[in-house]
């Protein structure tokens, strides 16, 4: 099963022998860019009411289906955790609490991507991989185009202390975070966000 979040609301891609969805007709088999806001706020409104879900044969395929006329892009990033300290790292932008990411550039595997990106964002200079973690995907509009985008996660490790932010992405703040602090961070973050969290603590 995989999630795709539509501002912050999820929809269920599941594997089933026959085709099933209880998303509006209107937008089915795959979501034209014109109806977009439609589509975003529909989902919103049926949220309140059901678990929205697209059933298939393979999942991932449907995924594609779906959003086909949305451009792929692929980022990676991850949950850094101080060896010393245990305290995990987090930072601030645009008003949320976030996990350190972005694109991966070409020629870069998921796993280099993840380092490059935390290094630039956080200051941070070594870091360890300890583990995957699941992906996670989401669609928006920016730049003049919609996207839907699969990032890549990580669970690592560091025995660096100092961070800086990258503010020239709009981060303003870097902090550590110990274990009985991260409900600040659930509180003021995102719904994927949420996901990767859990699927860390589920994994620890």
Not at 106 to 117: D, S, T, Y
Not at 137 to 159: C, D, E, M, N, R
Request: charge should be negative.
């Amino acid at each position: 099963m995989y999630k795709v979040f539509v501002n912050n609301v999820p929809i269920y891609f599941q594997k089933d022998a026959l085709f099933e969805s209880n998303i509006p007709t209107q937008f089915l088999p795959n979501l034209s860019l014109e109806h977009f806001d439609e589509f975003k706020v529909e989902v919103e409104k049926l949220n309140s009411e059901v678990f929205l879900f697209i059933k298939g044969k393979d999942p991932f395929k449907e995924i594609q289906q779906f959003f086909n006329k949305f451009e792929w892009i692929e980022a990676a990033g991850g949950i850094v955790q101080q060896t010393e300290s245990q305290k995990l790292l987090f930072i601030f932008r645009n008003g949320f609490w976030d996990i350190p990411k972005g694109k991966i550039e070409a020629g870069e595997n998921p796993e280099e991507g993840a380092i490059r990106e935390i290094q630039e964002e956080c200051g941070l200079k070594n870091l360890k991989i300890v583990r995957e973690l699941s992906p996670t995907f989401h669609v928006y509009f920016g730049y003049g185009k919609h996207f839907i985008k699969k990032t890549h996660w990580f669970a690592l490790s560091t025995q660096e202390t100092k961070v800086s932010p990258q503010l020239e992405e709009d981060i303003t703040e870097v902090r550590w975070f110990d274990s009985n602090e991260i409900d600040f961070v659930k509180e003021q973050t995102f719904a994927s966000i949420l996901d990767v969290l859990e699927d860390f603590e589920r994994k620890h």
